[in-house]
C-alpha cells in the first residue's frame, strides 16, 4: 500500500488535512478562550459547531433564506446559545468543583444535540457550497472553492482574534482574567461579564467553523461529538491555554488524519490521530507549545 | 498482622452493611417479580461494579480517566473471543479477560498517569477512542460494528445460569464482595494514602507516599473491576458490539460516579443503579428520553453537588436541626 507517494495525491492529502484541520483548530480556539478566563474545559463545544452548521441548513433550506443570511443568522443563533448556557447553567455554580462544571458541560451538550434533534431530525444535510463546486486543479490535485474558503475564513478569525486580545479593551480585560482573576477583580475588571463574553466568543468560533465544514462533510444533530474531541485534542496538541497553538493543533491533527487515512488506512484515520497525540503527550506532557512547566510525577 | 487488621476492619464496618445490602438484593426478584426489572437490576450490579472501582480511582485518588469503557469493553471482546471462537472454558475466559484488561491497564497506566489534570483526561479519552475503533475495525476478531454473537451464557459448576433470577444472585454476589473488598480498602493505609494523593500530591510525597506506584494500582484494580463486569456482561447477553464501549458510556460511568457522590463507595452503588434505572424509565417518552436525561444531570449538579447521597444526608441533617435546636453541632461538610 505504501507506495512511492506521488507529488500530486501528497498535495491532495494535504489541502484535505489542512481544510478540515482549520475547523478543529477553531473548535480548539473555542476551548481555549472559555479555558482561559474560567479554566473549565467546556464539553459542550462541540456541540457551538453542529449549531452552526445545522442552523445554516434550517434557514437556508427549511425557511428558503439566502446562503449569506443563513450563515450570519446561524452564527448569531450559536452565539446567543452560548451565552445563554453562560448565564443559565454555569455562572449559578461557578464555584462548584471542577469535576462537576465538567459534568455540568457534557449535560449541556446532551440537551442541546436532543433539543436540534426534537425540533429537526435526524438525517444529514448538506449546505450548498459558498462559490460552486469547480474544482481548481493545482500540481494534479484537486482543490474544492470552499477549502479556499476554510482556510481564508479561519485566517480571518485568528487575526480578528489576535486583534481582539492584543488592541480592544475587552480583549486585554479577557487575558487579565485569565492571568490572575483576583488580580483583574481589585483592578475593576467585570470578571463576570468577560465569562460571558468568553462564552458567546467561543460559541461564535465554533459556530464558524460548523458553517463553513457543513458544505464539505454534511452535517447533522450529532457530529458535534466528534468534531469536539478533535477540537479538544488540537488544544492539548497545541498546549491548553494558547490560543493560537490550538489552531496549529488543529491543522497538525487535520494533516496527520489526512495522510494516515490516504497512506496507510482509512478505517484507522480516527485512532491515527489520537495515537499520534498520546504519543506527544508521552515525550511532551504539555503539548507542543505549551509551557514546559507542567509537573511530572 | 495484615490479615489480623483486615479482619477487625471487616467485623468493626463494612461486613454488616454489605451482608445488608446482599440480602436486600436477594428479596429484589421477590418485591420486583417483573423480568424486565430483574434484567434491569443486572446490568444496574454490573454497572455498579465498574462505577465502585472509576470511583477510586476518581473520587478517592483524585485521577479522571475518560477511557474505562475500554477496560470493560477488552475484558467482554477476550472472554467472547476465548469461549465462542477458540470455545476455551468459561474459567480460562474470565482469567484472560481479567489479565487481558489489568496487562494493558499497566501498560497504558505507566506513561498515561504522569499526566495531570486535563492532559490526563485527555490521554484517557485518547486511548478509550483508539480501543474503541479497534473494536469496529478488527472485523475477523471482533465481528466489527455489528457485533459478536453466540458467547456462552455463564455456567458455574457445571450448571448453566439460564435463569434471569439466578444470573442476577451471582451478579449481586460479585457485586457484594467488589463492596466488601472496596470498603475495607479504603479504609487501610492505602486508602489514606489515596485520599492524601487527592487533596494535596506534594503533601502525599512529603509524607513518605510513592505516589506513582499507588497510581498505578489504584488505575489497574480499577481496570480489573471494570474486566471482572465486562466478563459479566458478555456472558449475561450472550452479544457483544462497540457501540457499548464507547466514549458514551465512558461519560456515563463517570457521570454514575459524580451523581451518586464522590469519595463514597455507597453513592457509587446508588449512582450506578439510579442512572441505569432511569433511561429504562424514560423509554416511554421515546425521543425525549434523551432531552431529560441531559437535563436532569445539569439540575443534579447545580442543585445536588454532593451527588445523590451527600444530597440526601445534608437534608437529612437539615430536617434534623430544628428537632435537636440550637444544641445541634454544625456540621462541617462544606469545607
Redesign the interface.
Given at each position: 500500500m505504501v507506495d512511492e507517494m506521488d507529488s500530486s495525491s501528497f498535495l491532495q492529502y494535504l489541502f484535505s488535512g489542512l481544510t478540515v484541520g482549520a475547523t478543529y483548530g477553531l473548535t480548539g480556539l473555542g476551548f481555549t478562550i472559555i479555558?482561559n478566563t474560567t479554566g473549565l474545559?467546556n464539553f459542550a463545544q462541540g456541540e457551538f459547531v453542529m449549531l452552526g452548521g445545522m442552523l445554516a441548513v434550517i434557514c437556508q433550506a427549511m425557511l428558503g433564506l439566502p446562503l449569506p443570511l443563513s450563515v450570519v443568522l446561524a452564527v448569531l443563533g450559536a452565539t446567543l446559545v452560548g451565552a445563554l448556557v453562560e448565564r443559565i447553567?454555569i455562572r449559578?455554580?461557578r464555584n462548584?468543583?471542577p469535576?462537576?462544571l465538567v459534568?455540568?458541560t457534557?449535560?449541556?451538550?446532551?440537551?442541546i444535540?436532543?433539543?436540534v434533534?426534537?425540533l429537526w431530525d435526524k438525517d444529514t444535510h448538506a449546505l450548498p457550497h459558498f462559490s460552486g463546486t469547480e474544482p481548481i486543479l493545482i500540481g494534479g490535485a484537486a482543490l474544492m472553492p470552499q477549502s479556499l474558503w476554510i482556510l481564508g475564513i479561519a485566517a480571518v478569525v485568528l487575526y480578528a482574534l489576535r486583534t481582539f486580545f492584543r488592541k480592544s479593551i475587552f480583549g486585554k480585560a479577557m487575558l487579565a482574567c485569565s492571568y490572575q482573576r483576583k488580580a483583574a477583580w481589585l483592578v475593576g475588571i467585570g470578571v463576570e461579564q468577560m465569562v460571558l463574553l468568553s462564552f458567546m466568543i467561543s460559541a461564535l468560533v465554533g459556530a464558524v467553523g460548523g458553517v463553513i465544514l457543513a458544505p464539505m462533510t454534511m452535517t447533522s444533530f450529532d457530529v458535534g461529538?466528534l468534531l469536539g474531541?478533535k477540537g479538544?485534542?488540537a488544544c492539548?496538541l497545541g498546549g491548553?491555554g494558547n490560543p493560537f497553538g490550538a489552531a496549529a493543533g488543529g491543522l497538525v491533527i487535520g494533516v496527520l488524519e489526512s495522510f494516515g487515512a490516504g497512506v496507510i488506512?482509512s478505517?484507522?484515520k480516527?485512532?491515527f490521530a489520537?495515537?499520534i497525540?498520546?504519543l506527544l503527550?508521552?515525550v511532551r506532557?504539555?503539548?507542543l507549545f505549551g509551557k514546559a512547566e507542567?509537573?511530572?510525577? | 498482622m495484615i490479615s489480623s487488621g483486615f479482619l477487625s476492619r471487616l467485623a468493626g464496618g463494612s461486613l454488616l452493611p454489605v451482608a445488608l445490602f446482599f440480602a436486600a438484593m436477594l428479596a429484589m426478584p421477590y418485591v420486583l417479580p417483573n423480568p424486565y426489572y430483574v434484567s434491569t437490576l443486572t446490568l444496574a450490579c454490573i454497572n455498579a461494579i465498574i462505577v465502585v472501582g472509576l470511583n477510586l480511582l476518581?473520587g478517592f485518588a483524585g485521577q479522571?480517566s475518560l477511557g474505562h469503557a475500554a477496560f470493560y469493553g477488552i475484558a467482554a471482546y477476550a472472554t467472547g473471543v476465548a469461549t465462542a471462537t477458540y470455545g476455551l472454558s468459561m474459567g480460562t475466559g474470565f482469567f484472560i479477560a481479567v489479565g487481558l484488561a489489568a496487562a494493558v491497564a499497566l501498560v497504558v497506566g505507566i506513561?498515561?498517569?504522569?499526566?495531570?489534570g486535563?492532559?490526563l483526561?485527555?490521554?484517557t479519552?485518547?486511548?478509550g477512542?483508539?480501543v474503541y475503533?479497534?473494536f469496529?475495525?478488527s472485523i475477523e476478531l471482533t465481528g466489527g460494528p455489528s457485533g459478536m454473537v453466540g458467547i456462552p451464557r455463564l455456567a458455574l459448576f457445571g450448571h448453566e445460569l439460564w435463569e434471569d433470577t439466578e444470573y442476577f444472585y451471582v451478579v449481586a454476589a460479585a457485586l457484594s464482595l467488589v463492596l466488601l473488598l472496596s470498603l475495607n480498602l479504603i479504609r487501610s493505609r492505602f486508602g489514606r494514602a489515596l485520599m492524601a494523593i487527592h487533596t494535596s500530591?506534594k503533601a502525599a510525597m512529603c509524607i513518605g507516599v510513592d505516589?506513582?506506584r499507588y497510581?498505578l494500582f489504584v488505575f489497574v484494580l480499577s481496570a480489573v473491576y471494570a474486566a471482572v463486569a465486562g466478563f459479566l456482561y458478555a456472558h449475561y447477553l450472550g452479544f457483544v458490539a462497540p457501540s457499548s464501549f464507547g466514549?458514551h458510556f465512558s461519560?456515563q460511568l463517570?457521570?454514575m460516579v459524580?451523581?451518586g457522590g464522590?469519595a463514597s463507595v455507597w453513592g457509587a452503588v446508588a449512582g450506578a443503579f439510579f442512572l441505569t434505572a432511569l433511561p429504562e424509565f424514560l423509554r416511554v417518552f421515546e425521543?425525549?428520553e434523551?432531552?431529560i436525561?441531559?437535563?436532569?444531570?445539569?439540575l443534579c449538579?447545580?442543585f445536588m453537588?454532593q451527588g445523590l447521597v451527600g444530597g440526601l444526608g445534608a437534608l437529612v441533617r437539615r430536617l434534623r436541626r430544628p428537632l435537636r435546636g440550637k444544641a445541634a453541632p454544625e456540621e462541617g461538610s462544606h469545607g
Open positions: 479555558f474545559i447553567a449559578p455554580v462548584a468543583p469535576i462537576n459534568i455540568i457534557i449535560g449541556i451538550s446532551i440537551l444535540r436532543s433539543i434533534m426534537l461529538i474531541l479538544f485534542a492539548i491548553l488506512s478505517a484507522y480516527d485512532a489520537f495515537i497525540l498520546l503527550l508521552f506532557p504539555s503539548g507542567v509537573k511530572r510525577v | 476518581l479522571i506513561p498515561t498517569l504522569k499526566l495531570t486535563h492532559y483526561a485527555m490521554g479519552l485518547g486511548f477512542i483508539i475503533i479497534f469496529n475495525e500530591e505516589i506513582a497510581k466514549f461519560v463517570i457521570v459524580v451523581v464522590m425521543n425525549v434523551t432531552l436525561y441531559g437535563a436532569l444531570l445539569v449538579m447545580m453537588p
